[in-house]
């Protein structure tokens, strides 16, 4: 019997998407061996959350304390650490986000965890766990097992899975608080929200995307013209933007947008999960890539598998002699 | 401001072919370029900037073999003032949480402000190892971070979170910062750096004498186990155009223009 335990994310005041994804990897898990799906949420004036996740879980377990209203590594190691010690669960998931990524690590040296991140799958084979995960960036996958004593650990990736429906009617019950005095080492002051650019691109219909691929700010012109034949505005991977060839307001991705243009025009991408997850929403999706095995072609439509310096220039000829 | 900077060299395999090794568990890497891993790079940047706006020293911390020596004698030619290798086979570098006790053994002990590292390895990806250090050394920590600014006792660091949103923090100091890729724009080495990086001291260490138990973070002691790799089928359904470049542009074009998508 494998219990599951899953951490709630949510931030400004709203539950995030990467909670109901893991209930429902947690729910398949301890379906296969006849566990329980316990959701676990820490925050300030989150009743709303609560019933929300007994929708998709079979117990609520929630601190409601002004102390947690907003997210704190130290706060939240401190806290969880107790819980999980007093309810010791098979499985404890947190998100692989930029939240998760904070906490996970601390928490399991502190306890001396079994710990796996960036989990992508968990299957269950003899009623054991057997996480999976990827290694050169998507390359390759790699199937683990966890040693020793539970609870186990593992930060599990964004967008993996479909959110089921909400089929449960879990029990919802608020617990006292662990942390009885604010910790200060680590102090929360403010959010600060993303620059705004001339150009929204997430109303954008049609999107040339730009990558690794482009190397030098100086073949950004070849992106320009194919952009200008198309009518359509230019994001870019967040390789483009460290690299300063488009502005922040242009990153698509988790740490960027998220588009759902009707078009999407991938070029020299490979397709880091971070990126995918940022446009597999659009409608069709083209890319333009030399690397046969990049994982950008497995979310497009059209591929074509070749020089995109030798490729983007004739592609721009040709749309521009079809549309006159 | 002393600050200890930790780097990992990885292979560049953003357009290489990656195939499993006979032993299941490992790839053949002969075909691979390595370099310091992307977010590590950005990590010593920083150190330099803090470093010429603060004064301080910078010492480069690495677990790996001989070969990391090019990278780390990079990361002296930018301004590190010296640099401490554990090289050792025993350790287990599948598991993040073991690679931070060793580079904690390392940097235990000794005066520091500020632990800077790269918030992923390009390789791994596991995105832990920063983190899980803070621990070891019982310092705060901010992964993920895109702005720095330190202060007195304190530092002050910008996480960049989902959506381009950044949450603001403040730590007392030592603490542990992991580096997010963009945060500056990291220098070339000066030539003249590069001949001077020839005389830093670069310290070769092996587990025993940090005072670990080689055991403790070799593959026997690791709480998780890798049992096998294997190339992920991908489901596609992409339509793959073939032919010369100039053929495949007009096929796409053609497609494009009459499937009514443009």
């Known amino acids: 019997m494998v219990n599951v335990y899953v951490l709630a994310e949510h931030r400004q005041g709203e539950l995030r998407e990467i909670t109901l994804e893991m209930l429902t990897k947690a729910a398949a898990v301890a379906g296969q061996t006849g566990g329980e799906v316990v959701a676990v949420l820490l925050g300030s004036g989150v009743d709303s959350f609560a019933e929300k996740m007994g929708g998709y879980c079979d117990r609520v377990l929630y601190v409601d304390d002004p102390l947690f209203a907003d997210y704190n590594s130290e706060k939240y190691q401190k806290v969880l650490a107790a819980l999980l010690q007093e309810y010791k669960p098979e499985l404890f998931m947190i998100g692989h986000t930029t939240q998760g990524v904070d906490l996970a690590p601390a928490l399991a040296v502190e306890l001396k965890l079994p710990f796996i991140s960036d989990v992508i799958d968990i299957n269950v084979a003899d009623g054991k766990l057997k996480p999976v995960r990827q290694f050169y960036q998507g390359k390759v996958n790699a199937n683990f097992s966890f040693k020793g004593e539970p609870p186990y650990l593992v930060t599990f990736r964004e967008a993996s899975l479909e959110i089921g429906e909400p089929a449960k009617n879990g029990s919802v019950e608020k617990i006292a608080s662990p942390l009885l005095e604010d910790i200060a080492y680590r102090r929360f002051i403010e959010y600060v929200e993303a620059e705004v650019g001339d150009v929204d691109i997430t109303q954008s219909e049609i999107l040339v995307a730009v990558g690794r691929g482009i190397k030098e700010d100086k073949n950004m012109p070849l992106i320009q013209e194919l952009a200008a034949a198309m009518k359509a505005d230019i994001c870019g991977s967040r390789a483009a933007i460290d690299a300063g060839w488009l502005g922040h307001d242009r990153q698509v991705g988790t740490s960027g947008k998220t588009v759902k243009p009707k078009l999407y025009v991938a070029i020299g991408i490979s397709g880091a999960f971070q990126h995918l997850a940022g446009m597999k929403g659009a409608k069709a999706i083209v890319a333009i890539n030399k690397d046969p095995d990049a994982p950008i072609f497995s979310v497009a439509d059209f591929g074509i598998v070749d020089d995109l310096f030798k490729v983007v220039p004739k592609l721009t000829e040709k749309l521009k002699e079809l549309k006159g | ?262």
Do not use: W
């Open chain 2, 1 to 262: 401001m002393n600050i200890f900077v930790c780097v990992k060299r990885v292979p560049d395999t953003s357009e290489a072919i990656v195939k499993v090794d006979d032993s299941g568990r490992g790839v053949d890497s002969s075909k691979f370029s390595f370099d310091i891993n992307e977010s590590d790079n950005y990590a010593v940047e920083e150190a330099m900037l803090i470093k010429e706006a603060k004064g301080g020293n910078v010492q480069v911390v690495c677990a790996g073999t001989q070969d990391a020596d090019v990278m780390i004698r990079m990361a002296l030619a930018k301004g590190g003032d010296s640099a401490i290798r554990i090289d050792d086979p025993r350790i287990n570098v599948i598991d993040p949480l073991q690679v931070a006790k060793v580079l904690a053994a390392a940097i235990k002990g000794k005066e520091f402000d500020l632990v800077l590292t790269g918030c992923m390895a390009n390789d791994d990806g596991n995105m832990a190892v920063g983190v899980a250090l803070a621990e070891e050394l019982g310092v705060p920590h901010a992964a993920m971070v895109k702005k720095v600014e330190a202060g007195d006792g304190k530092v002050k660091v910008y996480r960049e979170l989902e959506g381009g949103i950044s949450e603001v923090v403040e730590m007392d100091l030592p603490a542990v910062i992991t580096i997010q890729t963009g945060i500056n724009e990291p220098r070339y080495a000066p030539i003249k750096g590069i001949r001077l990086a020839q005389k830093k001291e670069l310290t070769v260490l092996k587990l025993e004498d940090l005072g670990l138990a080689p055991e403790d973070v070799s593959e026997s002691a690791s709480l998780i186990t890798l049992e096998n790799l294997y190339i992920p089928e991908v489901e596609s359904k992409a339509e793959i155009i073939q032919g010369e470049p100039e053929v495949k542009a007009a096929i796409l074009a053609e497609k494009l223009v009459k499937g009514g998508l443009l």
